[in-house]
């Protein structure tokens, strides 16, 4: 989200939830979501104001910043393994888990 600094200065002027999305031309659930996030953290302009970007987005949404590294299977593998008798998808995936 690249307008959460101007999201936020709007908000400390006064503007309200309804009228920023119209002006900056974004989604009403993207102010909103900002707007929770500033008021669980209770930040005033004046610590933001000096904060680019990224280190504001850092701050509020902390869990968009984690994002999981994912593996692809190897396909072959689990082609080769279901040929033996008794293995089951349920524990090729068992097996997938662990070593992830």
Known sequence: MQEIKKILKKRFKGDGQRSIPSTLHISRNNV???FKA???FEFAWVQL???DKSQISEIL???EKCVPIQTM???DYVHKEL???GTSI???WQ???EQC
């Open 83 to 85: 040929l033996n008798p």
């Open 38 to 40: 500033a008021d669980k």
């Open 32 to 34: 909103s979501k900002v």
């Open 90 to 92: 349920k524990d090729l």
């Open 61 to 63: 949404f902390p869990e």
């Open 73 to 75: 299977l190897d396909f």
């Open 49 to 51: 104001q000096n904060m």
């Open 95 to 97: 097996e997938y888990i």
